[in-house]
């Protein structure tokens, strides 16, 4: 099946900094999101981005599909962005979702 | 509010007794899912249901079980725990996957996560 590679596993900044997350994968696939889990471990969308470059105040993410992989760019980041980063893809041919093993960032005040 | 709603969000109890972890929506999203979250292994995918009386398997699927009756519920059923299955389970939705609309965003929308300990 598909494999989903997130780098770097772990991740540590200095409030202010700025910061890539990358996420591969192996096969084709429909459908592609970034999420965040917090602290409490609350699941949050961040985006939906098949393909394409997206942006949401500081944060924005860019998908080629056509070369799999997947990046989300945190800009002046901020403690409150501390957590799990997790890619999640739908493989072509299947209304499955798998889920990266994820990028925990931590930023310090 | 659009909400994905679990019930309980904890739960402590012992190898072999049956339980249900509730799951419901108030978004008329077609798709729900099941996930759960394991420390190093990311979340993975259960089972899924594209609409009512239609579920199929996740990636672990085993020792679990589904049902469909109505749009906005799709409670997730172990019949007989085992310590195993001590996980942080997940439930989400959205409207139907991307390549069955032609317009939109389809998000999965999370529910708050239910913490299970099966000793």
């Known amino acids: 099946g598909i494999q989903v590679e997130q780098s770097p596993p772990d991740l540590i900044l200095q409030e202010g900094a700025n910061s890539t997350l990358r996420c591969n994968f192996s096969?084709?696939?429909?459908?592609l999101q970034w999420f965040h889990q917090n602290p409490w471990g609350q699941l949050i969308n961040l985006f939906y981005?098949?393909?394409g470059t997206k942006q949401n105040g500081r944060l924005s993410a860019t998908t080629v599909a056509t070369e799999r992989y997947s990046l989300l760019y945190i800009s002046s980041s901020q403690t409150t962005d501390s957590g799990v980063y997790f890619c999640?893809?739908?493989?072509?041919?299947?209304?499955?979702?798998?889920f990266g093993t994820g990028t925990r960032l931590k930023v310090l005040a | 509010e659009a909400q994905v709603t679990q019930n309980p969000r904890y739960l402590i109890t012992v190898t072999g007794k049956k339980l249900t972890v509730t799951c419901s929506q108030n978004?008329?999203?077609?798709?729900m899912s099941w996930y759960r979250q394991d420390p190093g292994l990311g979340l993975r995918q259960i089972y899924y249901?594209?609409?009512?009386?239609?579920?199929d398997k996740g990636d672990v699927p085993e020792g679990y079980k589904v049902s469909r009756k109505e749009k906005r519920n799709f409670p997730l059923i172990l019949e007989s725990p085992s310590p195993n299955q001590t996980s942080l389970y997940f439930c989400?939705?959205?409207?139907?996957?991307?390549?069955?609309?032609?317009?939109?965003?389809?998000?999965?929308?999370f529910g708050d996560g239910t913490r299970l300990s099966i000793l």
């Open positions: 989400a939705s959205s409207q139907k996957p991307y390549r069955d609309r032609a317009w939109g965003n389809q998000p999965q929308h």
């Open positions: 096969d084709s696939v429909n459908n």
């Open positions: 981005i098949p393909s």
């Open positions: 999640a893809v739908e493989p072509s041919g299947t209304y499955k979702y798998i």
């Open positions: 978004m008329n999203h077609e798709y």
């Open positions: 249901s594209m609409n009512v009386e239609v579920t």
